[in-house]
């Protein structure tokens, strides 16, 4: 019986991929195999050396990291090929972001700086708000501040620093002599009357209050009753604290009378 050998001419050919190496040091990279011949209909399967967790099954595999990949294709008619490509990495960016500080009182200022590109794009809410890497600004309030740094080969990154706004308290010395009279900015008192003068704060809020009374004595409450024991003119000014910001205020005693407490 003669004997005959069939030859599969739709072979699966060798094939060529093409590759999109890594940019701007990311996982990034991607492959596309390119088959020809066979009976179509084909199946993909990506593998990674070394990697055993990693597997693909489209034409393309995406998101490919620097390494050494494998394709291999088969038809319907189970007739398989494969190649092995590089993906090649690619140096990232070096940035930073900074700040003169972190935590700021209302209405002092605050200097923001980033590194390592060409150009730079600084929001605030999605609201562009400068575009130099270094830049001065005196909030209101508490914000993130985003900046978009983009190098010379068009790759960027976005970095974001917050900045904490501490409210200024209010202080609002008041004084008067006499209890169940009106406070006011000033006020005097007489020593025959026993040299007392009451002070208080319509502040809200404020962790800490201290009066200086002007005459070398001092208070830490928020509202406080002074005697005086000498006839003299006194600036008396009241600190307010919340957290390290401190607010002033001023009140004015004129102490007369030469007698009292002496």
Excluded at 166 to 186: C, F, M
């Amino acid at each position: 019986v003669p004997t005959q050998t069939i030859t599969n001419e739709n072979k699966l050919s060798d094939f060529a991929v093409d590759v999109v190496n890594t940019t701007c040091g990311g996982n990034n990279g991607s492959a596309t195999a390119n088959p020809v011949g066979g009976s179509n209909n084909y199946t993909y399967k990506w593998t990674k050396a070394g990697d055993a967790s990693f597997g693909q099954t489209s034409k393309t595999a995406i998101n490919l990291s620097p390494g050494v990949y494998t394709v291999e294709v088969q038809d319907a008619t189970c007739n398989p090929n494969q190649q092995t490509i590089t993906i090649e990495s690619s140096a990232s960016m070096v940035t930073t972001i900074s700040s003169s500080k972190d935590q700021i009182c209302q209405g002092e200022s605050v200097e923001l700086t980033a590194t390592g590109g060409t150009t730079y794009r600084w929001t605030i809410n999605g609201n562009s708000i400068a575009t130099t890497a270094s830049f001065t600004t005196t909030p209101e309030t508490s914000y993130d501040y985003v900046v978009r740094i983009t190098d010379d080969r068009g790759c960027y990154q976005d970095l974001t620093k917050f900045i904490t706004v501490t409210l200024a308290p209010t202080a609002n010395a008041r004084v008067t002599a006499e209890s169940g009279v009106q406070y006011a900015d000033s006020t005097v008192v007489d020593l025959a009357d026993g040299g007392y003068a009451l002070f208080s704060s319509s502040a809200s809020l404020g962790d800490y209050f201290f009066w200086n009374f002007g005459d070398g004595n001092s208070a830490g409450v928020k509202n406080t009753i002074h005697q005086y024991t000498m006839a003299g003119e006194y600036n008396v000014q009241l600190d307010v604290f919340i957290d390290n910001c401190k607010t002033s205020d001023y009140a004015f005693v004129k102490v007369i009378g030469t007698s009292g407490v002496g």
